[in-house]
């Protein structure tokens, strides 16, 4: 145990962010593995000299450091119960991009695909590309040696590091690059740390002993995905050992070691030319998986520059996923497997050619019977749902799951089908089923067991099946690990894997760059039995926690949170299209992620000793900075749903705490306008009074820069009352008078009932009362459940397919589909779904009349209007806004432009919360502002969702319109 006095010294010395508080250390317990193990603290650095001050500390206090990037590490990397040292939140600067010479030179903290944004104008990129490539960093990337995709072409990292600049363990700095043998000589006579390495590695493979069992034991050379142990191999085929071989380079020794030899700073890379242009996918339908197995060996043939295997059982998690299903687009009957084979040439009809002669050659062998080819930007479509498998297999219900042991194995390509039929032999043998996905072209494949981690037995058979399969995998002269490297998981098996003498070699390495075990210990070497310091304690029971939404689908709101794998979907950037983690795109911060807040909610469902288990101010902490914007909803591939955790979370947490004034003002907004009504101008006199509101705004902390939305000077339905103009003959369908609608944007609603009526339809507000979303968004859900049961009631009567119930704000009429079936159960619950899936969006009624043929484009105006559109939160999560852009086009010059924004910022009330203020203008400077400032005055801004109009106008001065206004104006 450190002193307090001694951390506090560090951290007057620090430039960056040191933390010892529970919940940092929490958060930072786990990665992506199987593995928890809480660490002492963590810390930020921001340059060289914070890392100087940190290896400095770790040798006194002998402390481990843990380097950390994105935290997606599969093996156990970044857990330990040292100092988990983040490079991600400041480390993040591109240094120097030389597209002449073809180079690039970053801090480990860079994105790979922001990285590659950068180069694209230049023609170049980096070519190997993991499937976390929108939040995996290089730093990451170099430790693990990571390939991806595309390493058929591109190799792994290690082909592409050129130089590493590093901290040793004692502090000294250290370039490594390419070495003439004279060089290395010279490197060979320094008399520090460094000079010693050096003259270690040429003793060490110069010996004839070493050299013959390094040759003999190591993995095929043929094989490139081989990761196991540290690259001795490489760097015996390298002068001055191996004559005319490539130079000497340290980095191919330290790209794959997984943090344990030194701390590096900066990192040049290679880059290479974009690829053609020109690129195809055929995705080939196996009946059998075995099929794929061979069929891979045939494509190979035809050079591609991937071949993936997606199996039957992740296809079947991509059905139960918001996002994910709108990538089975390609997907005909019920394949056992899909081999996705990429083709990339300099033109469509050479592709075309390719992929016919690769098709006629499957079927000639009887492998295959649907060979759909895939162009443009569908392309993308069949990649994301590829990459989305790691997260999609924790999408599974209960506590066995497809895990982490053997999933990253590799053996020559040739001999893949017959390692695979030992394989499966093994896992009947043991009484497994398992997930086959991933890399097949380069003879990995993702094998994933389903265990339960929490049984004692499955616990064992965890080490049972990575055993036997690194007997197996030695069998055919394989690499335990093929890019997600040993970590704690697999080190165990080194010893088997490249021999006791090779394993003592090892060792030799680590002691010498590393003497008093400060970088990284028992990971590749001395490593812990692998079934030990895992996420669930053996034999735990899962407690069973009473809730108001209803959690059964994912066996309780504990298992809920657990769905969360730590892959780390939620840490990718504003640069890239989705929602998904508004706070965390704002902030850089692990604590503002989807992930960290189902860690925090996990870790305290477990332990706590309350009988309110939900009674604990470090979830509130982190649960605060959440949008509700349900961005995860769809966009996390293991279906994590922030928003509806946090909304269960706030009402036991206030049940033990009380409600806030503010949250119970908030919550009843739709009481005070209902009231306000009777008197609007009154109303909207205090509220648009400098003195009068700005006292209010700090009695309740609202920010003080926020002007509050008005009143109009009637409601919706009072309008509707005095102004029927309903045709005699029309449709009947009902609008819903949402609480935003009927008392603050009158006019949209309007609107919409004009434009329906001028399309030949009967309008009626039916009674109801409100949709509950104020109470939502703060957590009263006792209260929400009992709005949405008497609008079951009132509605359900009336409500149908042949008379729809309209809605005009996404958050309100979306409730109906997404919570409304949570909050209620037995009878009522069949009659909330029953009713959900008659409940549409204005525009969705609007395109589904018009493919039905009852609305003609005639009716519609012929002037030109362009439009950029802000599509609201919860309809991009549970709806999609391609209605939106198809209805706003029917006026046939009109031309839409979707803005590729997230979430606005505002989020409800979040925006208007003082504590918020800051981060809710961070969220809109993203993208939404800067985009809205830079479209002309002529060009309409639309946005759908109430909260989203406020904050284009508080944070850019411009009005923007409900779509359903800009509609309604182009009728004819």
Same mark, same amino acid.
């Not at 310091?533 to 809730?547: A, C, H, K, N, P």
């Not at 591939?637 to 003002?665: C, W």
């Given at each position: 145990?450190?002193?307090?006095?001694?951390?506090?010294?560090?951290?007057?010395?620090l430039k960056g962010d040191l933390f010892t508080g529970e919940s940092m250390r929490l958060l930072y317990a786990t990665d992506?593995?199987?593995?928890?193990?809480?660490?002492?603290?963590?810390?930020?650095?921001?340059?060289?000299?914070?890392?100087?001050?940190?290896?400095?500390?770790?040798?006194?206090?002998?402390?481990?450091?843990?380097?950390?990037?994105?935290?997606?590490?599969?093996? $156990?990397?970044?857990?330990?119960?040292?100092?988990?040292?983040?490079?991600?939140?400041?480390?993040?600067?591109?240094?120097?991009?030389?597209?002449?010479?073809?180079?690039?030179?970053?801090?480990?903290?860079?994105?790979?695909?922001?990285?590659?944004?950068?180069?694209?104008?230049?023609?170049?990129?980096?070519?190997?590309?993991?499937?976390?490539?929108?939040?995996?960093?290089?730093?990451?990337?170099?430790?693990?040696?990571?390939?991806?995709?595309?390493?058929?072409?591109?190799?792994?990292?290690?082909?592409?590091?050129?130089?590493?600049?590093?901290?040793?363990?004692?502090?000294?700095?250290?370039?490594?690059?390419?070495?003439?043998?004279?060089?290395?000589?010279?490197?060979?006579?320094?008399?520090?740390?460094?000079?010693?390495?050096?003259?270690?590695?040429?003793?060490?493979?110069?010996?004839?002993?070493?050299?013959?069992?390094?040759?003999?034991?190591?993995?095929?050379?043929?094989?490139?995905?081989?990761?196991?142990?540290? #690259?001795?191999?490489?760097?015996?085929?390298?002068?001055?050992?191996?004559?005319?071989?490539?130079?000497?380079?340290?980095?191919?020794?330290?790209?794959?070691?997984?943090?344990?030899?030194?701390?590096?700073?900066?990192?040049?890379?290679?880059? /290479?030319?974009?690829?053609?242009?020109?690129?195809?996918?055929?995705?080939?339908?196996?009946?059998?998986?075995?099929?794929?197995?061979?069929?891979?060996?045939?494509?190979?043939?035809?050079?591609?520059?991937? /071949?993936?295997?997606?199996?039957?059982?992740?296809?079947?998690?991509?059905?139960?996923?918001?996002?994910?299903?709108?990538?089975?687009?390609?997907?005909?009957?019920?394949?056992?497997?899909?081999?996705?084979?990429?083709?990339?040439?300099?033109?469509?009809?050479?592709?075309?050619?390719?992929?016919?002669?690769?098709?006629?050659?499957?079927?000639?062998?009887?492998?295959?019977?649907?060979?759909? /080819?895939?162009?443009?930007? !569908?392309?993308?479509?069949?990649?994301?749902?590829?990459?989305?498998?790691?997260?999609?297999?924790?999408?599974?219900?209960?506590?066995?799951?497809?895990?982490?042991?053997?999933? !990253?194995?590799?053996?020559?390509?040739?001999?893949?089908?017959?390692?695979?039929?030992?394989?499966?032999?093994?896992?009947?043998?043991?009484?497994?089923?398992?997930?086959?996905?991933?890399?097949?072209?380069?003879?990995?494949?993702?094998?994933?067991?389903?265990?339960?981690?929490?049984?004692?037995?499955? /616990?064992?058979?965890?080490?049972?099946?990575?055993?036997?399969?690194?007997?197996?995998?030695?069998?055919?002269?394989?690499?335990?690990?093929?890019?997600?490297?040993?970590?704690?998981?697999?080190?165990?098996?080194?010893?088997?894997?490249?021999? +006791?003498?090779?394993?003592?070699?090892?060792?030799?390495?680590?002691?010498?760059?590393?003497?008093?075990?400060?970088?990284?210990?028992?990971?590749?070497?001395?490593?812990?039995?692998?079934?030990?310091?895992?996420?669930?304690?053996?034999?735990?029971?899962?407690?069973?926690?009473?809730?108001?939404?209803?959690?059964?689908?994912?066996?309780?709101?504990?298992?809920?949170?657990?769905?969360?794998?730590?892959? $780390?979907?939620?840490?990718?950037?504003?640069?890239?299209? $989705?929602?998904?983690?508004? &706070?965390?795109?704002?902030?850089?911060?692990?604590?503002?992620?989807?992930?960290?807040?189902?860690?925090?909610?996990? +870790?305290?469902?477990?332990?706590?000793?309350?009988?309110?288990?939900?009674?604990?101010?470090?979830?509130?902490?982190?649960?605060?900075?959440?949008?509700?914007?349900?961005?995860?909803? &769809?966009?996390?591939?293991?279906?994590?749903?922030?928003?509806?955790?946090?909304?269960?979370?706030?009402?036991?947490?206030?049940?033990?705490?009380?409600?806030?004034?503010?949250?119970?003002?908030?919550?009843?907004?739709?009481?005070?306008?209902?009231?306000?009504?009777?008197?609007? $101008?009154?109303?909207?006199?205090?509220?648009?009074?400098?003195?009068?509101?700005?006292m209010l705004k700090k009695a309740l902390g609202f920010a003080p820069q926020r002007s509050i939305p008005l009143l109009y000077k009637t409601t919706l339905r009072a309008?509707?009352?005095?102004?029927?103009?309903?045709?005699?003959?029309?449709?009947?369908?009902?609008?819903?008078?949402?609480?935003?609608?009927?008392?603050?944007?009158?006019?949209?609603?309007?609107?919409?009932?004009?434009?329906?009526?001028?399309?030949?339809?009967?309008?009626?507000?039916?009674?109801?009362?409100?949709?509950?979303?104020?109470?939502?968004?703060?957590?009263?859900?006792?209260?929400?459940?009992?709005?949405?049961?008497?609008?079951?009631?009132?509605?359900?009567?009336?409500?149908?397919?042949?008379?729809?119930?309209?809605?005009?704000?996404? &958050?309100?009429?979306?409730?109906?589909?997404?919570?409304?079936?949570?909050?209620?159960?037995?009878?009522?619950?069949?009659?909330?779904?029953?009713?959900?899936?008659?409940?549409?969006?204005?525009?969705?009624?609007?395109?589904?009349?018009?493919?039905?043929?009852?609305?003609?484009?005639?009716?519609?105006?012929?002037?030109?209007?362009?439009?950029?559109?802000?599509?609201?939160?919860?309809?991009?999560?549970?709806?999609?806004?391609?209605?939106?852009?198809?209805?706003?086009?029917?006026?046939?010059?009109?031309?839409?432009?979707?803005?590729?924004?997230?979430?606005?910022?505002?989020?409800? &009330?979040?925006?208007?919360?003082?504590?918020?203020?800051?981060?809710?203008?961070?969220?809109?400077?993203?993208?939404?502002?800067?985009?809205?400032?830079?479209?002309? #005055?002529?060009?309409?801004?639309?946005?759908?969702?109430?909260?989203?109009?406020?904050?284009?106008?508080?944070?850019?001065?411009?009005?923007?319109?409900?779509?359903?206004?800009?509609?309604?104006?182009?009728?004819?």
């Open positions: 145990m450190i002193p307090v006095n001694k951390w506090n010294e560090l951290r007057s010395r992506a593995s199987a593995y928890r193990e809480l660490p002492a603290g963590v810390c930020r650095p921001k340059d060289e000299d914070d890392l100087r001050l940190l290896i400095d500390f770790a040798a006194k206090m002998k402390i481990p450091l843990i380097p950390r990037t994105a935290g997606t590490s599969l093996a $156990g990397q970044v857990v330990g119960s040292g100092l988990v040292v983040d490079v991600s939140r400041y480390m993040t600067e591109v240094i120097e991009l030389n597209a002449e010479e073809r180079w690039v030179r970053v801090q480990p903290g860079v994105v790979l695909d922001e990285l590659n944004k950068m180069a694209e104008p230049y023609g170049l990129f980096f070519g190997p590309e993991t499937s976390t490539s929108n939040r995996c960093m290089i730093g990451g990337m170099v430790g693990n040696n990571s390939c991806g995709s595309h390493s058929l072409v591109y190799g792994s990292t290690r082909d592409h590091t050129l130089e590493i600049k590093a901290l040793l363990s004692d502090g000294s700095e250290a370039t490594f690059g390419p070495l003439s043998p004279e060089a290395f000589n010279q490197k060979c006579s320094l008399g520090n740390l460094e000079g010693k390495i050096y003259r270690s590695v040429r003793d060490m493979l110069a010996d004839p002993v070493n050299q013959q069992e390094i040759r003999s034991q190591y993995p095929d050379p043929q094989i490139e995905r081989r990761n196991t142990g540290y #690259a001795l191999d490489l760097l015996l085929d390298s002068e001055p050992f191996t004559p005319d071989a490539p130079p000497f380079n340290f980095c191919r020794l330290l790209a794959g070691s997984e943090g344990t030899l030194a701390f590096s700073t900066e990192i040049k890379l290679n880059l /290479v030319p974009l690829p053609p242009k020109e690129k195809a996918l055929i995705c080939i339908h196996c009946e059998k998986l075995e099929d794929a197995f061979k069929g891979n060996l045939i494509a190979l043939r035809h050079n591609p520059v991937a /071949v993936e295997l997606i199996d039957n059982y992740i296809l079947e998690r991509t059905k139960d996923n918001i996002e994910q299903r709108k990538n089975r687009f390609f997907i005909q009957g019920e394949p056992a497997a899909i081999l996705v084979v990429e083709l990339a040439l300099e033109s469509r009809e050479a592709i075309d050619s390719l992929a016919a002669a690769l098709e006629a050659d499957m079927r000639k062998e009887g492998y295959g019977y649907h060979f759909p /080819v895939v162009y443009g930007n !569908d392309i993308n479509k069949v990649w994301a749902l590829r990459k989305a498998g790691l997260g999609l297999l924790s999408n599974v219900p209960g506590d066995a799951k497809p895990v982490a042991v053997i999933e !990253d194995t590799a053996v020559n390509p040739a001999v893949l089908p017959d390692y695979m039929v030992d394989f499966r032999l093994m896992l009947e043998k043991l009484g497994l089923d398992c997930v086959f996905y991933a890399h097949i072209a380069t003879g990995e494949l993702h094998l994933r067991p389903v265990l339960n981690l929490k049984d004692p037995g499955d /616990v064992e058979m965890f080490h049972t099946v990575a055993l036997e399969t690194a007997k197996l995998v030695k069998k055919y002269r394989g690499s335990l690990s093929g890019e997600h490297g040993d970590g704690r998981l697999r080190g165990e098996f080194i010893p088997l894997m490249l021999g +006791e003498h090779n394993y003592q070699l090892l060792k030799e390495v680590k002691q010498t760059w590393d003497p008093h075990g400060i970088f990284n210990p028992g990971k590749i070497t001395d490593t812990p039995r692998m079934n030990t310091s895992l996420r669930y304690e053996s034999g735990q029971v899962t407690r069973e926690i009473d809730t108001i939404l209803d959690f059964s689908a994912n066996q309780g709101i504990l298992r809920a949170a657990e769905q969360c794998n730590g892959s $780390g979907d939620c840490r990718k950037s504003e640069i890239f299209a $989705g929602t998904m983690c508004p &706070s965390y795109q704002a902030t850089r911060d692990e604590t503002a992620t989807t992930r960290a807040r189902a860690n925090i909610l996990r +870790e305290f469902l477990t332990r706590s000793n309350k009988e309110n288990p939900f009674d604990h101010r470090e979830i509130y902490e982190i649960m605060d900075l959440c949008l509700s914007c349900k961005g995860c909803k &769809s966009e996390c591939p293991s279906n994590v749903d922030i928003a509806k955790y946090k909304a269960e979370f706030l009402q036991h947490y206030y049940d033990a705490n009380g409600i806030p004034l503010r949250t119970r003002m908030i919550a009843y907004i739709t009481a005070f306008n209902r009231l306000g009504s009777l008197v609007p $101008g009154i109303y909207n006199f205090f509220l648009k009074n400098p003195a009068l509101s700005g309008w509707q009352r005095k102004n029927r103009n309903n045709p005699a003959d029309g449709r009947l369908v009902y609008l819903f008078a949402d609480e935003f609608t009927n008392y603050n944007d009158v006019e949209v609603g309007i609107s919409a009932i004009r434009a329906l009526n001028r399309l030949g339809y009967k309008v009626e507000i039916p009674e109801h009362t409100e949709s509950g979303r104020t109470f939502l968004s703060k957590g009263l859900l006792r209260k929400a459940r009992k709005l949405a049961e008497k609008n079951i009631t009132l509605l359900s009567p009336v409500i149908s397919a042949e008379t729809p119930l309209i809605g005009i704000e996404p &958050s309100a009429i979306l409730t109906f589909r997404d919570e409304y079936p949570d909050l209620t159960t037995g009878a009522t619950k069949e009659k909330a779904k029953a009713l959900g899936a008659n409940c549409l969006l204005f525009e969705d009624f609007i395109m589904q009349e018009f493919n039905a043929g009852r609305i003609s484009k005639t009716a519609f105006t012929t002037s030109a209007e362009k439009i950029r559109l802000h599509g609201h939160c919860h309809q991009k999560s549970l709806a999609g806004t391609a209605s939106t852009k198809l209805m706003l086009t029917l006026p046939e010059n009109y031309r839409v432009e979707e803005i590729k924004s997230g979430c606005c910022g505002m989020a409800g &009330s979040f925006g208007y919360e003082a504590e918020h203020y800051e981060v809710s203008m961070k969220v809109g400077e993203l993208v939404l502002f800067p985009e809205v400032r830079k479209t002309d #005055a002529k060009t309409i801004i639309a946005a759908p969702g109430t909260s989203c109009r406020h904050q284009i106008s508080d944070g850019t001065g411009r009005k923007a319109l409900h779509p359903v206004e800009i509609f309604c104006e182009s009728i004819l």
